[in-house]
């Protein structure tokens, strides 16, 4: 038997308010940690080390601001938004604003795995700028679409946060939006990362001699790299397929309520999961970088 959609939609919110209570504490720590080290330790303050804390700096904004916000509101449909329309507009552009950064420090992590390889890279501030100017300007139709309005609801009228139906600019975004995002930010980052890893690996294979130490350490922080990218795809999958099967599922088959249930279930799955995203790259570095151990170490137990 099915069971009832208020069953599985209780269960998804407590659910999701339990891991974002997790997601916040460990994301917290860990991007706070990776953010103090780089800043701190001279011997960490490389184009690498430098990108990984720019990567921890959108990971903490949707920390801090988002996760919250999406656990409080998730918790509390169908009543009022009560952050009224600037926050409404701020909230899915900071949300897309920290996918961005997480997308483009990946493409530019992985690059510069291959590029230091054969020649050094200059003008690190200039990248970081970049990485965030495009990803805010990448967010300006989330934040531009997105508006508060008042919907009927048991016999009354509530006010919900969610895409604008009046506005041209917005039906047209919200009908392209979940292709757009798929292909932007999921395999873009995956296409470039195999592509820059596939001309390295060819590199290593050509140019081995005299360069086995260094090669190694190379190897060694190129394996980082493509560890996070691979958490990011495992973290995003979810959420990309879910609302794509929203969209391309016929109205017939979702106004079935055991596929409704099943496809809001999971489409909470993919949320939690995406955000659990932006605190799992400190782990992973505590888990593969010896130096990250041994910082993150110093810092945590300092006291003890």
Not at 74 to 82: E, M
Not at 192 to 210: I, W
């Amino acid at each position: 038997p099915c069971p009832s959609p208020i069953t599985v939609d209780h269960a998804a919110k407590i659910t999701h308010i339990i891991l974002s209570a997790v997601i916040f504490a460990l994301g917290l720590t860990g991007n706070s940690l990776v953010i103090r080290i780089v800043a701190t330790k001279p011997d960490m303050r490389n184009a690498p080390n430098v990108l990984l804390a720019g990567l921890a700096c959108g990971d903490l904004l949707f920390i801090l601001l988002c996760v919250p916000l999406t656990a409080y509101n998730l918790y509390t449909v169908p009543t009022d938004w009560i952050f009224g329309t600037a926050m409404c507009k701020l909230l899915p552009f900071l949300q897309q604003t920290s996918l961005g950064v997480t997308v483009l420090s990946l493409m530019a992590l992985s690059a510069d795995r291959y590029i230091r390889l054969s020649q050094s890279w200059r003008g690190l501030g200039v990248r970081l700028a970049l990485i965030w100017s495009l990803a805010a300007l990448s967010a300006v139709p989330a934040a531009v679409s997105y508006t508060t309005r008042s919907v009927p609801w048991h016999g009354g009228n509530i006010t919900v946060c969610g895409m604008d139906q009046e506005s041209p600019f917005a039906r047209t975004y919200n009908r392209w939006r979940v292709w757009l995002r798929f292909a932007l930010y999921f395999c873009l980052p995956l296409a470039v990362t195999a592509v820059h890893y596939s001309l390295m690996a060819k590199h290593m294979m050509t140019n081995t001699r005299g360069m086995d130490d260094r090669m190694t350490k190379r190897r060694r922080a190129a394996r980082v790299v493509l560890c996070i990218v691979a958490l990011f795809a495992v973290c995003w999958l979810p959420f990309h397929l879910t609302n794509i099967l929203r969209i391309t599922l016929p109205c017939s088959v979702l106004q079935n309520i055991c596929t409704f249930s099943a496809l809001q279930g999971a489409h909470h799955f993919g949320l939690t999961l995406g955000s659990f995203n932006s605190c799992v790259n400190p782990i992973a570095l505590y888990i593969l970088s010896r130096k990250y151990k041994l910082y993150m170490d110093s810092l945590l137990f300092c006291c003890c």
